[in-house]
């Protein structure tokens, strides 16, 4: 039985279960080809995303009142989180208040845009392409250089984190490159590929998991073993697209929580 | 195989217009939430704590009034304990003097009446006395008369006799008593 | 073989290396996760600064597992 299945799953995929790749991630361009303003699916889905978003936060924003509803209530928690166990919880209140505006920006913005890689219709996280994560992480790269400039001065910051004193001198000729590699292209390379991966793995496993469901519901001749298969195989993507909503949330809280902890760490060591 | 590397290797290569939109969005969102979402919530939340510590500092002033007047009716409350007390004494005080007063105010009268009773009784025993003297003075002055005659004439050796008569009378009397 | 083959069993060949990179990411984070929440039950009053450090470290560690991603749809 289970060898009848593998052999069938592997003519499935040899003859056309209809499987995503990475071409769903270039799409092609739709309007104003060829200008720097062309869009293409992932990008109107992001434009789509943002207005969304404007509009209802800024409809809950116009219409918040003294006594939350419902909605303002789970809003407000979301505030709440982000300014108390992201921000607080991490930097203190004295420093964490100059930066609750960034960090809520990125937490929902993020949060909002990778939820729509399990919108029906949608079905591409907003963020899915390496551009938008990337503008964030340098945003983020931008605001600890500048805190760093501010409370230590460009040279001291360098000096402080690439000769790390109480270190033996020959090891700074390992370590002075690494630290500077880190600085300037490991951090926001690895916030901005952390968040793109999710994505794209997201969406190719929920793909995937729906492609087989399809494929052998409907198309598949021999229905007795077709429908049970693709049955466990829609299960499968029911799980992973919920699983899907918990990583979107997940990847926003890791995003805004390091970009936290990385522009604490331009500031002085003293609390 | 190069065909399918060269896809794979577009995923990390950012476009032209991907960075465009990427960018304008960013902008657009950052100018709404530091411009219009974040303060009008802070002034939500300002609010907010504000009206709740207002809250709270009317309910220390409740709590204050409630206690400062518990406290005025237990004073109140003891002072008219003490009061109470006080008119109890005073009138348990008040009654012993009253009564006192009656008793001496009875014994006065009682000595009183006893006195007048005693002097009435002296009184009358002196008229008794007085008007026995005079009676049996002449009865006995009569009886002598009529037993001496003539003998007994001279009315000074009379008197005489009668007044030692009378005084032997007296000393008597005054013995008995 | 065709070239069709061959580059089904390259797909396949990177797939795998995936596979073999995530180990190492693996066993770390299991392992930073793990002494994390031993610290922080061993002394709760510092969780806002195991959870700091902890972050960096798990930034570290998933970089590996990045490359691993990245490597496997590049190469």
């Known amino acids: 039985m289970i060898e009848a299945v593998g052999a069938n799953m592997l003519l499935a995929s040899a003859s056309g279960a209809d499987l995503p790749g990475v071409n769903d991630f270039l799409p092609p361009e739709i309007l104003f080809q060829g ?3 062309a869009i293409n699916r992932i990008i109107l889905i992001r434009i789509v995303a943002t207005i969304l978003l404007l509009i209802i936060l800024g409809i809950t924003a116009a219409r918040a009142k003294l006594i939350p509803g419902r909605w303002q209530g789970l809003i407000e928690y979301g505030m709440d989180f982000v300014r108390n166990s992201v921000v607080y919880e991490t930097m203190g209140e004295l420093r964490g208040k100059r930066y609750v505006p960034m960090i809520t920006t990125l937490f929902f913005t993020i949060f909002f845009f990778n939820l729509f890689g399990v919108i029906p219709g949608a079905n591409m996280a907003a963020t899915a392409t ?20 501010r409370e230590k001065g460009l040279w001291g910051y360098i000096r402080d984190e690439c000769f790390t004193p109480g270190v033996p001198w020959p090891v700074y000729i390992l370590l002075a490159p690494i630290q500077l590699l880190e600085l300037v292209i490991i951090r926001p390379a690895s916030l901005t590929i952390r968040l793109f991966a999710n994505m794209i793995s997201g969406h190719l496993t929920v793909a995937t998991c729906l492609a087989f469901a399809q494929f052998w519901m409907i198309e598949s001749s021999n229905k007795m073993v077709g429908v049970p298969v693709g049955a466990a195989w829609f299960l499968g993507g029911i799980v992973m697209t919920l699983f899907e909503v918990f990583v979107a949330f997940l990847q926003a809280y890791v995003f805004s929580i390091l970009a936290t902890v990385y522009i604490n760490l331009s500031y002085p060591e003293a609390e | 195989m190069t065909f399918a590397a060269s896809k794979g290797i577009n995923l990390f290569i950012p476009k032209v217009y991907d960075i465009v939109w990427s960018l304008i969005i960013l902008a657009i969102v950052a100018v709404f939430f530091y ?8 002034a939500i939340f300002d609010e907010r704590a504000e009206k709740i510590e207002g809250n709270i500092a009317k309910a220390k002033k409740a709590k204050e009034d409630a206690d400062s007047a518990k406290k005025k009716y237990e004073d109140q409350l003891n002072h008219a304990r003490v009061d109470a007390s006080k008119i109890t004494d005073n009138a348990r005080s008040e009654a012993t003097k009253i009564i006192s007063d009656a008793h001496t105010r009875a014994d006065k009268e009682a000595e009183q009446i006893t006195s007048n009773a005693q002097r009435s009784i002296a009184s009358q025993q002196q008229q008794a006395m007085v008007t026995l003297k005079s009676e049996v003075g002449t009865l006995a002055t009569a009886l002598a008369g009529k037993i001496l005659g003539s003998k007994l004439q001279d009315s000074d050796v009379q008197s005489n006799m009668l007044d030692d008569m009378i005084d032997d009378l007296d000393k008597k009397t005054d013995n008995t008593k | 073989m065709d070239i069709i083959t061959l580059a089904a069993v390259s797909g396949n060949l ?4 995936y596979g073999l990179a995530t180990l190492g990411p693996g066993l770390g984070l299991g392992i930073l996760f793990g002494k994390a929440m031993e610290s922080t039950a061993r002394q709760p009053e510092v969780s806002g600064k195991i959870q700091m450090i902890m972050f960096i470290g798990l930034a570290l560690v998933e970089v590996l597992g990045l490359l691993g991603f990245v490597a496997a749809l590049v190469l």
Request: charged share 5%; proline share 9%; net charge positive.
């Open chain 1, 35 to 37: 200008t720097p303003f």
């Open chain 1, 130 to 149: 390496i551009t938008m994560p990337l503008v964030f992480a340098i945003w983020v790269l931008v605001q600890y250089w500048v805190a760093a400039c």
């Open chain 2, 35 to 42: 411009k219009f979402f974040m303060p009008k919530f802070n």
């Open chain 3, 14 to 17: 990177s797939v795998i290396g």
